[in-house]
Antibody, heavy 125, light 107 residues
């Protein structure tokens, strides 16, 4: 079964750090770009970060740029999100997602087809 | 960065109704537009990719259309299990921005 399982969430004080993990199973992680998406309580989905299949390219949403770092260990089938300088507004459920693609030649379409169930990050003193 | 704007933010409908949700991109994104459904406490689920391609296992009452900057998600006959929040997302470039969501509620 294709599956993503997030872990590492919890309670952290403002200014603190936390590392999230996303364990992949049922597919070859190294074949896919991966993403982190978060959802604050009662709010919509917010793009956090993405990383290419080999880890050579990363990108971030403006709200986390310079504070969060995405990485991956394909040999361990695991995606990571290192979060630092945490703020109250970072409190959310964090989802990891696999990005698949379909199409042909130079015309590929990308979409997040597999999602984990999420891990909750609470930022509070 | 590309901004995605959905309308309406919420709507009330009855079982059997035809429901239409609109998504607009701040610049042309060709057909690089996906739609997701999310129910409370659950992860998002992919419904439509490439603006109009139905993801496997998704009922045919869901359809998507549009290209460039304007897109539409249509539910042809709303079913009880369709009451949820729907999000559009662009995959033209990074960051892969989402719309703010449209909540479909019981009328």
């Amino acid at each position: 079964e294709v599956q993503l399982v997030e872990s590492g969430g919890g309670l952290v004080q403002p200014g603190g750090s936390l590392r999230l993990s996303c364990a992949a199973s049922g597919f070859t992680l190294s074949s896919y770009a991966m993403y982190w998406v978060r959802q604050a309580p009662g709010k919509g989905l917010e793009y956090v970060s993405g990383i290419s299949s080999n880890g050579g390219s990363t990108n971030y949403g403006n709200s986390v740029k310079g504070r969060f770092t995405v990485s991956r260990d394909n040999s361990k089938n695991t995606l990571y999100l290192q979060m630092g300088s945490l703020r109250a507004e970072d409190m959310a459920v964090y989802y990891c997602a696999r990005e698949a693609y379909s199409g042909s030649f130079d015309d590929y379409y990308y979409y997040m087809d597999v999602w984990g169930k999420g891990t909750t990050v609470t930022v509070s003193s | 960065d590309i901004q995605m704007t959905q309308s309406p933010s919420s709507l009330s409908a009855s079982v059997g109704d035809r429901v239409t949700i609109t998504c607009r991109a701040s610049q042309s994104i060709s057909s690089y537009l996906n739609w997701y459904q999310q129910k409370p406490g659950k992860a998002p689920k992919l419904l439509i990719y490439a603006a109009s391609s139905l993801q496997g296992g998704v009922p045919s009452r869901f359809s998507g259309s549009g290209s460039g900057t304007d897109f539409t998600l249509t539910i042809s006959s709303l079913q009880p299990e369709d009451f949820a929040t729907y999000y559009c997302q662009q995959s033209y470039n990074t960051p892969r921005a989402f719309g703010q969501g449209t909540k479909v509620e019981v009328k």
